[in-house]
């Protein structure tokens, strides 16, 4: 997570029923095993290819604060994940959402965030051709 750019952030209370494989989801993170630097929350790190998850509500980097009630402050990795296996059939999640950075420009995510194409990946072979191709019709225009 970059330090230079503000994130929004929004909780969302997220009800799931658990499938036959589950809630559909990983974790990562806790007190052990940091996710993010400074920061020993749970995370959602990846869908599985099938749950309840994959209704697009939880994404990958998605902080979960707490399961039915639970608060997930200050756990160990192992612990978290024994929350989570005996939450029962009907899970409530509450998620905190990283939204859109507010200091730039929409589609922009930072430097080294996912999520954007830098315009200089896009922008220096596309002015690198268009220059060869200048290039190119003068020659042309010149042996004529």
Do not use: C
């Not at 630097?37 to 697009?56: F, Q, R």
């Not at 998620?95 to 430097?111: E, F, I, K, S």
Request: proline share 5%; aromatic share 6%.
């Amino acid at each position: 997570m970059n330090g230079g750019v503000d994130w929004a952030l929004s909780e969302e209370v997220i009800d799931l029923t658990r499938g036959p494989s589950g809630l559909g989801f990983n974790i990562v993170g806790g007190t052990d095993q940091k996710y993010v630097a400074n920061d020993s929350g749970i995370y959602v790190s990846g869908s599985k290819k099938m749950g309840p998850a994959l209704d697009g509500r939880l994404q990958e980097g998605d902080k979960i604060l707490a399961i039915n009630d639970r608060d997930l402050k200050n756990l160990l990795h192992k612990d978290a994940v024994e929350l989570f296996r005996n939450a029962g059939y009907n899970v409530s999640l509450k998620v905190q959402h990283r939204l859109q950075p507010q200091n730039g420009p929409a589609g922009h995510r930072g430097d080294g965030e996912p999520g954007g194409i830098p315009l200089a990946v896009i922008l220096v072979p596309v002015l690198a051709i268009a220059v060869a191709a200048v290039w190119a019709f003068l020659r042309y225009r010149q042996r004529m």
